[in-house]
């Protein structure tokens, strides 16, 4: 080793210890999408030393203020968290759990949850607000403290309301208008109800037998689940469900068959190659941005207790571990607010996850910071530095990855592909009922800080809609067929054809065989370009064929079909086929904030008026650095 070598190790030996004694924020560079950790403190120092003392300070609040409490100016018993009394619950059991017995605050707060508790019995609260709040109970249970903790007339009124029977059909075992991740949800209240001596363990045997059936028939033969019943909604819970699964078994102190360990192992195959040095997470579909990343940090938790992952796997998942909660501290947390900010300064998340519910999104996402920390610890790695080859390790990880969901009728699967450092994918995949429509599902390219959809936003991202002349809006969205994916060195090419366009306007795809389309991506070093080829069944009178770039970089400037931008990753965006073109800079606008902040440029390109007759060729290529 050099004597600069040394030096340097040294110098950040010496850092990492400063890190570990005093919890401080981890070494980063500026950049709009959090910090670059090249070095990172131990997970439990940041769970322990950051994370908890926030988690105090807004729980202390709460009992002073109770229904009175507000955060950043949002009253938080507004009554549209419907899970909140059970998140608050859990909050509070760690705070009690934690605290050492003759710590003064320890009776404070033993009497306040006995408090919240009487006073949050009335409010309505469901599924996931009852797992969080009987495995609460469980806790204090466990540590000998659920008779200190809870009235028995509380207790007793707890024993009916925290029920599965509240959301499942009990002679069919079907739920009862919920998605389908809700049957872990059930199988982990029946069984928490066992352990806690509330009922037999046959409920919790038939719901887990129920939800492993339910996941065998949606999942096929890929191993991952369909979020609806076929639709073809394959997003971040198909990959997290299983270790939910996983997690909810642990819990119950149940063995992982061999078959529930498979399916984990589809997951973490999925999520290693997209590894990376922010702690990023999913950046498709639904519920991503700080839930993005946690799903990473519960699948490969999972992985690791239930030794699926290999001894380097298991080093550097932990690794990417520490990273996600370090950025849940360094980006996601707010000290102005408070609180996690996953709606302000530019921010924005689906609307079931508005910011009337911001107490319970604080709670909850520290909650699963603080069970993964846990098992990290119960793994033996309490307080151990990250792995410093880590970054080594990323540079090796395959350059392209396929993972095909489902195949047949239609085919629906995602391409992840690292470029110098930089995590891409493109997923084709259909959102189904109630997600078809929003651009975290269309079939374009994503990757953290350069190309990102918006939650619940609708507009032309990166594909053509077709507006026909009678007021029909079409979109190539939901009907891929035959798809292909060869490589030849760096370039990665993926083509496939839909024979129908996908009718918006309602719930779910409608399918309108009109217009055909046939699509190309040709992906390469800094570079991705876009063919669609679409065609008509009879000549048909087009309004316009449009399609937007709302990107992050900078002072665009559009001539004719290009646009180059002065600062930024992308540095050009240039069409064919269009017959104009236009760009802008952009000032916060609602309709284009992303999960980690505002776009900053917005490029616009359309037909025109035409007659569609014979087959249209539009095409765009985006240079990134």
Known sequence: MTTHACTSARRQGLVMALLIAVGQPSIAFAD??????????PMNQTVHKRLQPELEKLLNTLLVEQRDMTLDGTKVFSGDDKFLPGKVAIG??????????????????????????DLTIDDTNDTWGMYYYIQALRMLQQTGLLEQAVSPETLARLKVKLDWRRFVRTDDLTLINLPNNYYGVAFSVARLRYQLGWEDASASEALLERTLDHYRKYSGDYGFADETDGEGRFDRYSVLLIGEIAHRLIE??????????????????????????????????RSIGAYGETAFLEVLTAAAKLDVLTAEEKTMAYAFSSRVSARHMDFWFDPAMGSVNLWEHGRRTDAYRGKHRILGENLSLARQHFYTNAVWNELGFTDRVPDPGYAAWLDKLPKRTLTWFARGEHDRLVVTLRDRGRVISLPVISGGRGQHENSPYYPVPFSPGMLSGVADGQFP???????????????????????????????????????????????????????????????????????????AQTPLSVASIDLDFAGFSQAPTTEGGKTRFKRGDVTKFATKGFKSCRSRPLADEETYRTPT???????QCSTGPIRLANPVTLSWTLNYK
Request: hydrophobic letters at 45%; charged letters at 25%.
């Open 92 to 117: 509070l059991a760690y705070l009690v759990i934690d605290t050492p017995r003759d710590d003064p605050r320890f009776a404070t707060y033993l009497a306040g949850f006995k408090r919240i508790a």
């Open 252 to 285: 119950a102190e149940m063995p992982a068959s061999a078959e529930v360990k498979t399916w984990l192992r589809k997951s973490i195959d999925l999520m290693l190659p997209r590894l990376n040095m922010r702690g990023e997470g999913f950046e498709y579909g």
């Open 32 to 41: 709009a999408r959090g910090p670059v950790l090249n070095a990172v403190a």
């Open 461 to 535: 991202q990166l594909l053509p809609m077709v507006k026909l002349e009678e007021g029909a809006l079409l979109a190539p969205l939901a009907y891929a067929r035959d798809v292909k994916v060869t490589t030849k060195g760096l370039a990665t090419t993926v083509v496939y054809r839909q024979d129908q366009m996908d009718r918006l306007g309602e719930a779910a795809p409608i399918a309108d065989d009109r217009l055909s389309i046939q699509t190309t991506y040709a992906f390469g070093p800094g570079r991705i370009t876009r063919t669609d080829v679409i065609s």
């Open 597 to 603: 902040g505002a776009m900053t440029s917005l490029v």
